[in-house]
Structures are given as structure tokens and as C-alpha cells.
């Protein structure tokens, strides 16, 4: 239902349908507009970005903008508007063409596998980019009439890159950031996306880019300090100007004091007492994940199969628990990966299961955060073995989770954002499944001296980087000087699931 009395333009009068000219000047008062492609929903977080976003001022005014989750026959002309939960959210629905166009298609079957470095998986059909284009203008032309000048814009991830052109093509002179939650790809990896060049152009349009990983950092600077010529031209090829735009790595964390509560929470314990008595005393192995070939879920279990087949003391003491619900299970690559997980969990259970003993459990569905975090503190390895990902939250809450007097070892790829962050994990080549396997094998063996000595450094950098200070960070440098932290009451934001 649309509000008839619009909250977000409270004590003001409505805005015109162009942004007054201002200077894009940011003060004390300056609200905080969030914009993702999902907007969060009225039940738990889950998937996607599924992370925390602490909001850093609780008395700060501000909103949410994204697409509703709604299709419809016509775009919609304006945002409508909701309060869920205390947080007001300004949504628009797409046409069924256009989400294909820019989800499925320009999002996620050519952007998300070719910054993952998956070319191999990615379909170049370059038509997806005028759907995707389009969406971003739809987004521009909702949000504009709802933004007052000196309004602080903090755009999320890879399905919108093009969205502070648009609205500054509408007028908008505000301070947008723009946050990647995935990779930045190498140079070459992005040229093989079609209207790169225009999509790094749109980059320029931000005032503050913010990235995983130092990694990250140095592949956006490769790229803009040698920009190569396009493959025909015919056209001079026109450098793209970043010197406006702030390029920085922001490595984005989760709240591990939270977890660390909730994993001896009563419905933390009650998960973690249901394991214990079908466990026995077999340690668990974690895998908890999306299921997306990002993830390296088949190699995971190649190199659990490694460790059975080389260790057979490991047999029977020993269980894998791999949570992993479906995600984009229209793209074909998605069904494909599931289809190829299916068989590696089906072969290690004909190789080695027991009328009495089952080698691993694999789990096709979400579970809420204490369930996570009861699973998280239970487990005595947490294998993170993505193939490449912008930083791996699963790796932040694990450790977060953790029991000091007798924590769990984090294995971890060193393709993980957060392989800059925890050093201290047992760091792996996901690609490389012996490998993977004897540092499962040193994970399970290690005493608990060595593992409280590491888990404290792990933990320390989990406090470090830290979900809030993250946001806080980001729109500090976005916007200096403009963030009170004064204030008390801190709310906790969950973007939504973008997945
Ligand atoms: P994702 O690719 O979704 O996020 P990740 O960082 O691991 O990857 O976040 C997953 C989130 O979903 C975690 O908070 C986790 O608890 C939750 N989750 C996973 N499986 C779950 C399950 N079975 N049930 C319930 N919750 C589950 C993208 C990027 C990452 C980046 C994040 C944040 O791909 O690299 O770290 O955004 O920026």
C-alpha cells in the first residue's frame, strides 16, 4: 500500500523531479541512502550478501532503495514506500524481460563469472547489457525525486555499477560511493566483458570506490594506469579520467562478538546437543556456503575423499557437514554445479560409507543465524575453499563462533578476500586437492596449544575488521566529517539477498 504521508521526504517539501543544482555538499544532518539490487525483506537475512550493515547512526535518517522482488507487466514510475521493521525502504518492480536482462543475464551470467575469473562459465550475449543498462536508469529515475541535495548515496555491487552516470546524468551532484562485494577481475578478464569500457567510465562517475581485498586494489589500478586500446576501433580510444574517483580497499567483516554470543545461545546449544548425539565421537568438518561454482564445493569434496583414502585412521572419526542451499537455480551453470556436487558426495558415500558410519552429510537448505553459529562452534575444521571470492563472511563468523578454550582451525583459500586478513588460518590452493587434503589432516591433528594460538590471532583480526567499523569507514572517507558517533543507538541492518 502506498504511503499517502511519504517518511522519507518528511519535513521537507516534496522534491522536484530534478535535483536542485547544489554544490553536492554533505553536512552533519546528511542522511545515508543505500541503495543494493534487493531491498531487505520483513523475515531473517539470508544468502547473498546476506551481511550485516551495521547502520553507523542510529539517529541518523536515511533509507533503502532497490527493486521490490516484484514483477510487473509496467516498470513502475515511482518508488513506493514501506516501513519494515523501523527502517524505511523505497522499492520499484521491474518488468520480467528487464530482471532477466539485468539479473540473470548482464549480472550474473556474464559480470559475476567473468570477475570471478570463470570465462569459461560465462555467456556473452551482449544484448543482456541494454536490460541492464535500463534497469539502472529505472533505478536512477525512482530514486531521484526521493534524494534532497546533500543526501549521502552508498551504491552496492556489481548490478549497479552504472547507476551514479545515471543519476548524475538526471542532475544529481551528491556524494555517491560505490561498494564491489566481489573481486575486482584482472585486466584481461575484463575485457572480455562486453561495454567494459563504458561500465569502467560509469566507475569514474563514483566519488569513492570501495573494493574487498588489496588484491583488488591492484587490479583496479592496472587497469586504469594501462588502459588497453578496444579490439577495433576506427576511434581514438578515449583514457577514462579516475582522477575524481578515490579507489581503497574496505575489507568488510562480520560481528564476531555477536556470533561469539549467539553460539552459546539456547537455539545455538540446541543444534549443537542434536549434532553431539548423532556425532558421537566423530570431529565435524564445516563446509556452510552458497551453492555457486565460486565456492569450490567439488574440489572440497575431492580433498575430503583425498584425506579417507589416504588416512584411514581418519575413517569413522571423521563426519563433512556441507551446508549449501541452492542459489540462482534458473542460470544453467548453477544446475550444473549442484548436478556436480550431487555426484562427488554420491561417489565418496559408495567409497566409503558403512552400514554404521556415513562419511558426510550434505545440506540443501538455509538455516538461521544461531543454527550457523551452534554448527560454527561445534566444528573442529571450518573448511573456506572458495576458488575465488571478494572476502568469505563464513571464515568472519567461524572464528567469531569459536569456544576460546578449545577453538576450531579455519582452512582457508588463499583466493579469499579474507586470506589478507587471517594469515593465520591454515591457507590453501583450492585448485590444488592434495594440498587441501593434508592441511585437513593437519587441521584435525593439530594440538589445542596451536589452535588456541592461532584462533587468537584470527581473532583479534575478526575484531579488527569488524562489520561496523567497516561502514563507518566507507562513509566516513565518503563523506568526511559528517558522521556523529556520538550517538547510542546503534541499529543493526541486514542487506538483503542480492543472490
Ligand atoms: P556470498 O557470495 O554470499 O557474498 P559470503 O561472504 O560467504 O558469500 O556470505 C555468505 C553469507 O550467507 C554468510 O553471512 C553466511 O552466514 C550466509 N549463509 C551461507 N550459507 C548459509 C546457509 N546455509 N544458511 C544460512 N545462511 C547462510 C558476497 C561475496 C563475498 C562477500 C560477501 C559480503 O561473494 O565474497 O564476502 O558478499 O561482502
Redesign the pocket.
Known amino acids: 500500500m502506498r504511503d499517502r504521508w511519504n517518511p522519507i521526504t518528511r519535513n521537507t517539501k516534496r522534491q522536484p523531479s530534478t535535483i536542485d543544482v547544489n554544490k553536492g555538499e554533505t553536512s552533519p544532518m546528511s542522511r545515508i541512502v543505500i541503495v543494493s539490487n534487493r531491498t531487505p525483506g520483513k523475515g531473517p537475512a ?6 550485516a550493515l551495521r547502520k553507523v547512526l542510529g539517529e541518523r535518517e536515511g533509507f533503502w532503495f532497490g527493486w521490490s522482488g516484484k514483477l510487473s507487466d509496467q516498470p513502475s514510475r515511482e518508488a513506493r514506500i514501506e516501513d519494515i521493521g523501523g527502517l524505511q525502504v523505497a522499492q520499484i518492480d521491474l518488468t520480467r524481460d528487464d530482471h532477466h536482462a539485468y539479473y540473470a543475464g548482464f549480472s550474473n551470467s556474464i559480470l559475476w563469472p567473468s570477475f570471478h575469473l570463470r570465462l569459461d562459465l560465462a555467456t556473452i550475449e551482449s544484448h543482456w547489457y541494454e536490460g541492464y543498462r535500463r534497469v539502472n536508469h529505472q533505478f536512477a529515475r525512482g530514486l531521484l525525486p526521493l534524494l534532497k541535495p546533500d543526501d549521502i548515496i552508498w551504491v552496492h555491487d556489481y548490478h549497479l555499477i552504472p547507476l551514479a552516470s545515471e543519476l548524475r546524468q538526471l542532475g544529481a551532484r551528491n556524494r555517491i560511493g560505490f561498494y564491489l ?2 573481486p575486482f577481475p584482472t585486466s584481461d578478464a575484463l575485457y572480455a566483458v562486453p561495454h567494459h569500457e563504458e561500465l569502467m567510465r560509469d566507475l569514474s562517475r563514483y566519488d569513492l570506490i570501495g573494493l ?1 581485498a588489496r588484491r583488488d586494489v591492484a587490479a583496479f589500478t592496472e587497469f586504469a594506469e594501462h588502459q588497453a586500446p578496444s579490439t577495433f576501433g576506427g576511434h581514438e580510444a578515449r583514457a577514462i579520467d579516475f582522477s575524481r574517483t578515490e579507489v581503497d580497499a574496505f575489507p ?1 567483516g ?1 560481528d564476531p562478538e555477536a556470533f561469539a554470543r549467539i553460539a552459546v545461545s539456547p537455539a545455538a546449544t540446541k543444534m549443537v546437543r542434536r549434532m553431539q548425539r548423532s556425532l558421537g565421537e566423530q570431529r565435524l568438518i564445516l563446509g ?3 551453492l ?1 561454482y ?1 565456492k569450490g564445493l567439488p574440489q572440497r569434496v575431492e580433498a575430503y575423499e583425498k584425506l579417507l583414502a589416504n588416512n584411514a585412521r581418519m575413517r569413522r572419526s571423521v563426519h563433512l557437514l556441507q ?3 541452492p542459489s540462482r537455480d534458473t542460470i544453467k551453470e548453477y544446475q550444473e554445479t549442484s548436478d556436480t556436487l550431487d555426484a562427488m558426495c554420491g561417489r565418496v558415500m559408495g567409497h566409503f560409507a558403512e552400514p554404521d558410519w556415513q562419511p558426510l552429510t550434505y545440506v540443501k ?5 544461531p543454527s ?1 553459529a551452534g554448527l560454527y562452534r561445534l566444528a573442529r575444521v571450518a573448511l573456506v575453499t572458495p576458488l575465488r ?6 571464515a568472519h ?1 567461524y572464528v567469531g563462533s569459536q569456544n576460546p578454550a578449545d577453538p576450531g582451525v579455519l582452512v582457508l583459500s588463499r583466493f ?2 579474507a586470506a589478507e586478513i587471517f594469515p593465520d588460518a591454515l591457507l590453501v590452493n583450492p585448485f590444488d586437492t592434495d594440498e587441501t587434503s593434508e592441511a585437513l589432516r593437519m587441521a584435525l591433528d593439530m594440538p589445542l596449544e596451536e589452535r588456541k594460538q592461532r584462533w587468537q590471532a584470527l581473532m583479534a583480526a575478526a575484531r579488527k575488521y569488524n562489520v561496523d567499523d567497516w561502514a563507518v569507514s566507507f562513509l566516513d572517507r565518503l563523506a568526511p566529517g559528517s558522521l556523529d558517533r556520538s550517538s547510542t543507538t546503534r541499529d543493526i541492518l541486514y542487506l538483503a539477498s542480492v ?1
Not at 539470508?46 to 551481511?51: D, E, F, Q, R
Not at 537448505?365 to 543465524?369: E, K, L, P, S
Not at 571470492?389 to 563464513?394: K, S
Request: net charge negative.
Open positions: 539470508a544468502g547473498g550478501l546476506a551481511v562485494h566481489i574487498q568488510i562480520s556452510v556456503d552458497r555457486d565460486s551446508v549449501a542451499p537448505r538455509a538455516y538461521g543465524q550457523l571470492d571478494g572476502m568469505n563472511l563464513v563468523e579469499a578476500g543472490a
